[in-house]
């Protein structure tokens, strides 16, 4: 036969373990956000980066072409610069939750 003393402490310690079990719950939610938080933060990096190395290719590209004069030079620029819309494609395509 059980006291009441015992019930009571029965009663106490399954409390604490819902109450143990639902912080855990809790922090692991925590760490599930944190860590979706950062894996964003470093796609949106990888994006930015990658964005700005096209575009740094582009620049490098356009600077080229004013060696060349005429027709030769706009069809460079012209080369030039859907190259970079490409590489801006490729770019939004392989970092879409970015965009």
Known sequence: MRTQAQMDAQ??????????????????????VDAQDATDAQEKSA?????AKAEGDAKVALEACEAQSGNAQAACKERANANLEIARSNVKANYPSVN
């Open 47 to 51: 994006y930015e980066v990658a964005m």
């Open 11 to 32: 009663k106490k310690v399954a409390q604490v373990q819902r109450d143990q079990a639902e912080a855990k719950a809790k922090a692991m939610d925590k760490m599930s």
